[in-house]
């Protein structure tokens, strides 16, 4: 394909400008060789039209492309679509890799820990302090089950590969031969791009999707974790502070096969297999890492002594695996580690093998403590006996691994809507106690008081000899399910139980009655091995919120079983539908304050608030730069702790590449030590905060209505489904989750559509309303209120204000009304039109209150290399988009679908979804 457009890039872009030349040209040749020339100039007139059209207008242009479209052959049409989604999927590999070569530039790459740790110096913050932040330190991301990921994993494992070879050939000392080997390399991966089907033809199941999680957490075993312990390690020593082997800054977290809110494919069975899954994948990963470690610890007898308790466990070991003992004595008899090593390793395959079932019972590790606690001896021994640099070397890295990852790899969370646990209750209390109207009907004080009651009650509402509801039956098969798996793989392996929906207390204590017909919580014994967490989504739950988790934690019994836990509250906040709710300003603003109320309660009863974010990949769904997210939360709620949902194409962009994990995560622990110390208090006075802050409220309630005002008009169902290709998004096998939940007469209806088809919709079409609908008219109004001043001053000098129209000003540089245009011209009733005639007006009126808050005469002026990134994206974009209305036109203006049609169409949506580095 021609490459042309990428000339617009400074020198400084050369080399990234280079690979992305060389991809495209080799994308041209393979097209030419395979599809022929009349498909090569086939595309090339769609590129060069729709980008003479976005540079200036031409009437008669467009209904000239217009009428080529419509004309040509599916199977054309297909492999156009098929043209530009490669490019893009060469071009972002191209730019991921030059994001790590950029950080790898001599005297350019600093780590990200360093310089936080420079900040901190500067401060003068006492290396008490910067201790006790780091002794609580955990930063989990957590790898969500409903990705809006497009691309297969035969696509990225092909994408991966590319990024290697480009690693490679950005050797400076390559020899011209090995040039050329390596673009031989390069051409053979794109061609097998080019057939390779990047549609899956059925929806993955939930384990497909727990092994598409494990292939990057394989990555971070190997690479990341290790690499950001050490750098961290670094740092805390140059202010004289040592941790334990265990301790790490990161954990993980995973939602696939514990998420069944709205997911009928997801039941206990399920949770139990992905469980087992996980516990199988980590003892293969952590066994090689043995081996590799007994290659290394070859200390011998003969010149150095172990300790007493390193050689007592040898010889319990011996007791145990005699055929070890047997095989390798005479081989390792003055080489202890080594055979202690022996030992672990055999352990572990033992563990593989019952997992596989092709043992029952072998000595083997069933948790991570024993395991740890192995390893712990051979590092106690190396320490005492004068190997202190092998003692903070290869075992120390791979204790903190295994500390990162547990034995099921991630800690698994539960989430079901409060409607489920509550209705399952309300079936339990019936069965055993008669209440007129049920207990449904009681008030919502009526059943937390009885809730609290059967907490303490040593009463069991289920019996196996009883027969209740499908649902119910699902629900206590469930808790029975996490107790079996903590008793298996310990305590860690699920620990927070997430209710979705949550309106008030009695949500939260229903789930605690049904945990503890499990024995997962019992008040009066002081166990409570699993925590419920609310999750707070709409706009009115966020103001609430604060007050339920008062007068939750006002519970003796909650504080009881809180303080159990170890003093940690967790309490989940939703992005998505809160977006979709009262759009972005709203929901942006209702979350920070939300923070803010929930941080002063957690001091009010003496506990420690982690918050959960629950972020999507777009603006629309609480996306952007995490490091500059979690800088701009609120003073005093980050303390060390936070969770982030990782999702879609999210993960495959910050994982894909292990140096690019890494990175990531560095980015993130550092910014959570940075927000802990430097944000513990506010930097501005009370009297500058209350001024923000009455600002902010002023603006979020004009934006509020305007919002509201859209997706409230007459119409306005069918034009968002009729303008994007949301209904054909059920279609494309994505995720095993539906992509709406089932409304009870079967009519079209915003509310019963998921947050991430929500935004898709919004992005495919360009159109992209949750990102900005209602800031322009907000910032004008409080402009024209005589504002402005306090604007420019909250853009200048307050994190949350500058980081959310950082974000919107990134939305808007996505938007194409030009494009959009083309879907509602063609797609939507002429009668519905004024609705796009207002999307555009807003959108107009954003960019032009963005313009005056950020003193550019254009958006992204002050960020030029990115400016002209998403420039040049927008030619190879915009012909997808053509391509894209064509074919829904086409699928719409029959009953009958056209296999043929709708395959074009998905693979138009995937090279969207490609082109604009969103989905959803």
């Not at 790459?109 to 780091?134: H, K, M, Q, S």
């Not at 059925?202 to 190997?222: G, K, S």
């Not at 923000?692 to 305007?706: E, L, N, P, R, V």
């Amino acid at each position: 394909m021609s490459t042309q457009d990428i000339t617009q890039f400074d020198s400084e872009d050369a080399d990234l400008r280079a690979d992305i030349r060389r991809m495209g040209d080799m994308l041209g040749e393979t097209l030419r060789s395979l599809w022929g020339e009349e498909l090569y100039e086939l595309v090339e007139y769609v590129r060069s039209s729709t980008r003479t059209l976005r540079e200036s207008p031409n009437p008669e242009l467009r209904e000239e492309l217009i009428k080529k479209l419509d004309e040509t052959e599916l199977w054309h049409v297909i492999r156009t679509v098929r043209a530009f989604t490669s490019y893009f999927h060469l071009a972002n590999v191209a730019e991921q890799h030059h994001r790590i070569e950029f950080k790898g530039v001599a005297g350019a790459r600093r780590e990200w820990l360093e310089e936080a740790f420079d900040r901190i110096r500067e401060a003068n913050v006492p290396a008490e302090e910067i201790g006790d932040v780091v002794n609580r330190l955990e930063v989990r991301p957590v790898y969500t089950a409903h990705p809006t990921e497009a691309a297969r994993r035969s696509i990225l494992n092909k994408l991966r590969r590319t990024g290697e070879l480009l690693n490679e050939r950005s050797n400076p000392r390559l020899l011209e031969s090995e040039t050329r080997r390596i673009d031989r390399r390069l051409s053979e991966v794109v061609e097998e791009i080019l057939q390779t089907d990047e549609l899956r033809h059925t929806r993955p199941e939930p384990a497909a999707e727990a092994r598409n999680i494990m292939y990057y957490m394989e990555d971070m075993f190997t690479f990341a974790i290790a690499e950001v312990e050490e750098a961290l390690d670094d740092q805390l020593e140059t202010f004289g502070i040592t941790r334990e082997p265990t301790a790490r800054s990161m954990r993980f977290g995973t939602w696939v096969g514990g998420d069944r809110d709205g997911n009928p494919n997801v039941t206990h069975d399920l949770t139990r297999k992905i469980l087992d899954l996980q516990h199988e994948r980590a003892l293969k990963m952590f066994a090689p890492a043995v081996a590799r470690l007994a290659q290394t610890l070859s200390q011998s007898t003969r010149i150095v002594e172990i300790t007493k308790e390193l050689e007592d466990s040898l010889q319990k070991d011996r007791a145990e695996l005699p055929s070890v003992w047997d095989e390798f004595w005479n081989l390792d008899e003055d080489e202890p580690y080594r055979l202690k090593c022996a030992f672990i390793y055999e352990r572990l395959l033992n563990g593989i093998a019952v997992a596989e079932g092709s043992a029952k019972s072998k000595p083997r590790y069933a948790n991570v403590q024993p395991l740890l606690a192995d390893l712990q001896l051979m590092l106690d021994s190396l320490e005492a006996n004068e190997s202190g640099a092998s003692a903070n070397g290869e075992i120390r890295r791979l204790m903190q691994r295994i500390s990162a990852f547990g034995m099921t790899l991630a800690t698994m969370d539960i989430r079901q809507h409060a409607d489920v646990t509550g209705g399952a209750v309300n079936e339990l209390i019936d069965r055993v106690d008669s209440i007129e109207g049920g207990f449904g009907s009681l008030s919502m004080d009526e059943r937390s008081e009885r809730l609290v009651k059967e907490l303490n009650s040593k009463r069991v509402l289920s019996s196996r000899a009883i027969t209740f509801s499908p649902a119910t039956t699902e629900i206590l098969d469930l808790v029975e399910t996490v107790r079996q798996a903590q008793d298996e793989y310990g305590q860690p392996v699920i620990e927070s139980w997430i209710v979705a929906m949550t309106r008030d207390i009695d949500d939260l204590l229903a789930v605690l009655v049904l945990a503890k017909e499990a024995g997962l919580v019992v008040p009066e014994e002081g166990i409570a091995r699993i925590s419920v967490v609310p999750l707070f989504e709409e706009i009115e739950d966020l103001r609430r919120s604060h007050e339920v988790m008062d007068r939750f934690l006002s519970i003796p019994e909650i504080k009881s079983l809180v303080t159990t836990a170890g003093g940690v509250v967790e309490v989940m906040l939703g992005y998505s539908d809160s977006n979709k709710d009262g759009g972005i300003t709203t929901s942006q603003w209702e979350l920070y304050k939300a923070q803010r109320e929930l941080r002063t309660i957690g001091q009010k009863h003496g506990v420690s608030m982690r918050l959960f974010h629950g972020r999507g990949g777009t603006v629309g769904r609480g996306g952007g730069p995490t490091s500059d997210a979690i800088m701009a939360q609120p003073y005093a709620t980050v303390d060390g702790r936070i969770k982030i949902t990782e999702q879609g194409e999210v993960i495959s962009d910050k994982y894909g590449l292990p140096e690019l994990a890494r990175n990531h995560l560095e980015l993130s622990v550092a910014a959570v030590i940075e927000a802990s110390l430097l944000h513990a208090e506010p930097h501005h006075s009370d009297e500058k905060l209350e001024e923000w802050f009455k600002a902010m409220d002023w603006i979020s309630d004009k934006a509020y209505a305007k919002y509201r005002s859209l997706i409230e008009t007459d119409g306005f169902v069918d034009y968002f489904m009729d303008s994007t290709p949301v209904e054909e998004l059920a279609g494309m096998n994505i995720g095993s989750r539906p992509s709406r939940r089932a409304s009870a007469d079967g009519s079209r209806s915003i509310d019963d559509l998921r947050a991430i088809p929500w935004v898709f919709g919004w992005m495919q079409s360009r159109q992209i309303v949750p990102g900005y609908f209602g800031v322009g008219h907000a910032l004008r109004e409080a402009r024209e209120a005589g504002m402005e001043d306090v604007l420019s001053e909250m853009f200048n000098e307050w994190a949350f204000f500058n980081t959310f129209i950082s974000n919107v000003e990134m939305t808007l540089v996505k938007t194409s009304m030009e494009i959009a245009g083309r879907y509602v011209d063609t797609l939507v009733d002429p009668s519905l039109h004024h609705i796009f005639e207002g999307i555009k007006e807003e959108r107009n009126r954003s960019v032009n209150e963005l313009i005056r808050i950020t003193g550019q005469e254009n958006l992204l002026d002050h960020q030029p290399v990115l400016k002209r990134t998403l420039a040049v994206r927008e030619y190879y974009v915009d012909p997808l988009n053509y391509l894209q209305v064509s074919l829904l036109a086409r699928r719409r203006s029959t009953e009958d679908n056209d296999p043929s049609v709708e395959r074009a169409l998905l693979l138009s949506i995937n090279g969207v979804a490609a082109g604009l580095k969103n989905t959803g």
